[in-house]
Nanobody, 124 residues
Framework: QVQLVESGGGLVQSGGSLRLSCVAS????????MGWFRQAPGQERKFVAAIRRDGAITYYSDSVKGRFTISRDNAKNTVYLQMNSLNPEDTAVYYCAAKQAAGVMTQTQSYDYWGQGTQVTVSS
């Protein structure tokens, strides 16, 4: 069992930056693919970014590519999402997800564990 706790959300002006963190419980964090997803009001949860267990491979949605960076520190059981050039369309609850796997997945149904989410609001 893995428990995930996100932090770092908040209110930011358009063009600003935020860094989200997700801390995982347990001693096998380095065996998990980690992902970030987001869900805006009235919309389905959508893929944002994912990172392989060793950090060597990352995937991004087209909407955030070039603005967001996913990274991880296996020694700290933490995955990060650096978000730059934020715009109001990035407003959503952001969720961290984990799957014990060798590959990298972009679909919500592929992940087994989820955090409770952190709100990101970007004002225009």
């Amino acid at each position: 069992q893995v428990q995930l706790v996100e932090s770092g959300g908040g209110l930011v002006q358009s063009g600003g930056s935020l860094r989200l963190s997700c801390v995982a419980s347990g001693r096998t964090f380095s065996s998990y693919t980690m992902g970030w997803f987001r869900q805006a009001p009235g919309q389905e949860r959508k893929f944002v970014a994912a990172i392989r267990r060793d950090g060597a491979i990352t995937y991004y949605s087209d909407s955030v590519k070039g603005r967001f960076t996913i990274s991880r520190d296996n020694a700290k059981n933490t995955v990060y999402l650096q978000m730059n050039s934020l715009n109001p369309e990035d407003t959503a609850v952001y969720y961290c997800a984990a799957k014990q796997a060798a590959g990298v997945m972009t679909q919500t149904q592929s992940y087994d564990y989820w955090g409770q989410g952190t709100q990101v609001t970007v004002s225009s």
